[in-house]
C-alpha cells in the first residue's frame, strides 16, 4: 500500500482494546497512522476499525504485518499469551513480528520478568519496551497519558513517534528493561496505599460526625491531600461505585507490589497493610466495585448516598419525582 | 489609648512564639492590630515588640489586655497550662479574660477534649472557638495559613477579622467546638500515613536500583502523588534533614489520631502501622530530625547525600571549593 517511491512508513499494532487500549489505538488514529488491532473480543476490534483500521483475528497475524506492536493487556499471564501463546494455532506475536520488531509492554507487571522478557525477544531478534502506563481512562481517551518507559536506543527509535501520539509524558529511564516497572510498581505502591488511607480518613471522619461534603473540601486544599484522595473520594460522596478501577485491581497490583520486594526480603509495612484491606474487600463480594468501595469495610459509618438526579437516571420510572 | 468618640477597637494577642505563632502575630501586626504577645522565652516576645506590639511577662497579663487571645503552643497541656496555669502566680488566662472575650485554640489536641474545653470556658464566660491550623511556616509567615474552625457565632463575630488577617483560608466547620479539631485529626491522619508512606515507596525504589532524581520526577507528575511526597521527598533528594516539623510531631500526631478513635472502637490499620514506623525512628534517635527521616527506618539503600555547595554554606572553610 506504500508509494514505492517512497521508504514503507511504519505500522503500529494494538492488542487489547479495553478501555486503556481503545483510547490509545484512537490516538494513534486521530495521529495519522494506519493502525492494525486485535482483541479476543473480536466484535470489539471490528467496531474500532469501522472508524479506520484494520481488525485481525489473532496477536500473531496482526503481529506479521506491524513494525511496532502495542501490548495493553492485563498482566504478565496475558503478555504471555499474546507473545507466545499457541491457543491460536499461529504460534504467537513474538514468533511473528518481523526482525527489528518492537514490542511495546504497557502492562503492570514483576519488573524481573519484564527484564527477562527483553533477553527471551532478543532471542528471537525482536526489541522490547519496557513501558507501563499510568493516568486512567479519560486520559489515555485523550491521548494524554503517562508511560514510564525503558529499553534500548534502537527500540526507541522506532516506537517514539507511537509513544508520543499515545502520550502526555513519555518518560525514558534508562537502556535496559526493568526501570520502566520499577517506577510503575513504586507509583502503584503509593496509589493503593492513599485509596485505603484515603478511605481510613474519609470513615473516620464521618464516623465523628463530620459532613462528608466538610471533610473533602477542607482536605483537598490541605496537606493531607493526594491524587488518590482527591479522585477516589469524589466516587464516595456521589455513592457512586461504578468501577472505573476495580477493588481486585490493587488486590494484584498491591501483591506485585509485596512480590517485588520480597526476594529482596525487603519490608513494605504500609503496603502490606493496605494490601490486607484490599483483600479483605474483595472477599466480602466488593473485588468488582470501584476500588473507592475499600471504605466500606469500615463497619457501622452511614456512607454517602447516590443523590436522587444520578438515581432516577438508572430508574426511569423515578424521572419525573 | 482609643478615642473616647470611637468604640474600643477589638484587641488581640497571641500566645506561643514558635515557627507558626510568630507568624501569625506578624501576620496580625501587617494588617494594622496593636498585637500583645507572649512567649515562654521571654527575649522572642520582646524581639517581636521591638517592631511594634507589646511583649508580656505572662498569659495572664496578656489575656486582661485583649478581647481575643490565639494560643498557639504545642499540646493540650500546653493549653492547660496557659489557661489554668498557676505557675505564673497570676491564675492564667481564662480568669484574666473579660467576659465575652474569646480563645482561639490553634493547637492539634483531641477533639473530645476541645469540645468540653467549650464549655469549661462558658462557665467563665469566655467564648472560644476550636481552630486548629495547617500549612507549614512558610504559609504562617505569609498569613496564608488553612484554619479548620468551629464554634459559636458570638466567638466568631469578634474573632473573624483576626481570622482573615493570619489565614488565607478559613474553614467554618459547625457551631460547635470539636469539629474544627476533628478534621485536623483527619487532616493529620493522611498527613502522617502519607509521609511514611512516601518514605517506603522511595526505599524501595532507591533499593531496586531506580535513580531518586527521576523517581521523584515520575511520581509528582503521576497518580500516585501527594502533597507530602512532594514536599518531603525533596528533603530526601537534598540529604537535609533539618527539622521543619520532626519525627515526633508524628509520633505525638498519630498517637492523637488513634487515642481519638479507640473509644469508639474504630479500626485504623494504616494509621496504626505508620504509628509504629515513626516510633522506630524516634527509637532509633531520629525524633529530632525532619519527619521524612522516616525513611531511615529501612535498612540496606542508600539515601542522596547532600549536595556540596550546600556543605560548604555551612561549612565556611570549603566555601572557595
Same mark, same amino acid.
Given at each position: 500500500?506504500?508509494?514505492?517511491?517512497q521508504p514503507a512508513?511504519p505500522?503500529?499494532g494494538?492488542?487489547?482494546?479495553g478501555a486503556?487500549?481503545l483510547g490509545m489505538a484512537r490516538?494513534?488514529?486521530?495521529?495519522?497512522?494506519?493502525v492494525g488491532?486485535? /482483541?479476543?473480543?473480536?466484535?470489539?476490534?471490528?467496531? @474500532?476499525?469501522r /472508524?479506520?483500521?484494520?481488525a485481525y483475528?489473532?496477536?500473531?497475524?496482526?503481529?506479521?504485518?506491524?513494525?511496532?506492536?502495542?501490548?495493553v493487556v492485563?498482566?504478565?499471564?496475558?503478555v504471555?499469551?499474546?507473545?507466545f501463546?499457541e491457543?491460536d494455532g499461529d504460534?504467537?506475536?513474538?514468533r511473528?513480528?518481523?526482525p527489528?520488531?518492537?514490542y511495546?509492554?504497557?502492562?503492570?507487571?514483576?519488573?524481573a520478568?519484564s527484564?527477562?522478557l527483553?533477553?527471551?525477544?532478543a532471542?528471537?531478534?525482536?526489541?522490547?519496551?519496557d513501558a507501563?502506563?499510568s493516568g486512567g481512562?479519560a486520559?489515555?481517551?485523550a491521548g494524554?497519558l503517562t508511560?514510564m518507559?525503558?529499553g534500548?536506543?534502537e527500540?526507541?527509535?522506532?516506537?517514539?513517534?507511537f509513544?508520543?501520539a499515545?502520550?502526555?509524558?513519555?518518560?525514558?529511564?534508562g537502556?535496559?528493561?526493568?526501570?520502566g516497572?520499577k517506577?510503575?510498581?513504586v507509583n502503584?505502591l503509593?496509589a493503593g496505599?492513599h485509596i485505603?488511607?484515603?478511605?481510613?480518613?474519609?470513615?473516620?471522619g464521618i464516623?465523628?460526625g463530620?459532613?462528608?461534603?466538610a471533610?473533602?473540601e477542607v482536605?483537598t486544599?490541605?496537606?493531607?491531600n493526594s491524587w488518590? @484522595?482527591?479522585?477516589?473520594?469524589?466516587?464516595?460522596l456521589?455513592?457512586?461505585?461504578?468501577?472505573?478501577?476495580?477493588v481486585?485491581? @490493587?488486590?494484584?497490583?498491591?501483591?506485585?507490589?509485596l /512480590?517485588?520486594a520480597? *526476594?529482596?526480603?525487603f519490608p513494605?509495612p504500609l503496603?502490606?497493610?493496605a494490601?490486607?484491606m484490599f483483600?479483605q474487600?474483595?472477599?466480602?463480594?466488593?473485588?468488582?466495585?470501584?476500588d473507592s468501595?475499600?471504605?466500606?469495610? @469500615?463497619?457501622?459509618?452511614?456512607? *454517602?448516598?447516590?443523590h436522587?438526579?444520578e438515581?432516577?437516571?438508572?430508574h426511569?420510572?423515578?424521572?419525573?419525582?
Amino acid at each position: 500500500m506504500n508509494d514505492l517511491d517512497q521508504p514503507a512508513r511504519p505500522r503500529v499494532g494494538v492488542v487489547g482494546l479495553g478501555a486503556m487500549g481503545l483510547g490509545m489505538a484512537r490516538s494513534l488514529r486521530a495521529a495519522g497512522y494506519d493502525v492494525g488491532v486485535h /482483541d479476543l473480543r473480536s466484535h470489539v476490534a471490528e467496531e @474500532f476499525a469501522r /472508524d479506520g483500521g484494520t481488525a485481525y483475528a489473532s496477536p500473531g497475524d496482526l503481529a506479521a504485518d506491524v513494525d511496532v506492536l502495542v501490548g495493553v493487556v492485563v498482566n504478565a499471564a496475558q503478555v504471555e499469551s499474546v507473545l507466545f501463546g499457541e491457543g491460536d494455532g499461529d504460534g504467537g506475536a513474538a514468533r511473528r513480528l518481523r526482525p527489528g520488531a518492537v514490542y511495546v509492554m504497557c502492562s503492570t507487571v514483576d519488573p524481573a520478568w519484564s527484564a527477562a522478557l527483553e533477553g527471551r525477544l532478543a532471542g528471537l531478534g525482536v526489541r522490547y519496551l519496557d513501558a507501563p502506563i499510568s493516568g486512567g481512562v479519560a486520559r489515555a481517551a485523550a491521548g494524554e497519558l503517562t508511560m514510564m518507559t525503558s529499553g534500548s536506543a534502537e527500540a526507541y527509535a522506532l516506537a517514539d513517534p507511537f509513544l508520543d501520539a499515545m502520550s502526555g509524558t513519555v518518560y525514558r529511564l534508562g537502556d535496559r528493561a526493568g526501570l520502566g516497572s520499577k517506577v510503575k510498581i513504586v507509583n502503584q505502591l503509593l496509589a493503593g496505599v492513599h485509596i485505603a488511607a484515603a478511605a481510613e480518613a474519609m470513615a473516620l471522619g464521618i464516623k465523628a460526625g463530620v459532613p462528608a461534603e466538610a471533610l473533602y473540601e477542607v482536605i483537598t486544599h490541605s496537606a493531607g491531600n493526594s491524587w488518590m @484522595f482527591e479522585n477516589r473520594m469524589a466516587h464516595v460522596l456521589a455513592g457512586d461505585y461504578t468501577p472505573l478501577s476495580a477493588v481486585d485491581i @490493587f488486590v494484584k497490583d498491591l501483591g506485585l507490589v509485596l /512480590d517485588a520486594a520480597r *526476594p529482596e526480603k525487603f519490608p513494605l509495612p504500609l503496603s502490606a497493610t493496605a494490601h490486607q484491606m484490599f483483600l479483605q474487600a474483595s472477599a466480602s463480594g466488593l473485588g468488582g466495585e470501584d476500588d473507592s468501595a475499600v471504605i466500606k469495610i @469500615f463497619p457501622g459509618i452511614d456512607l *454517602p448516598q447516590p443523590h436522587p438526579a444520578e438515581r432516577s437516571a438508572e430508574h426511569p420510572a423515578e424521572k419525573e419525582a
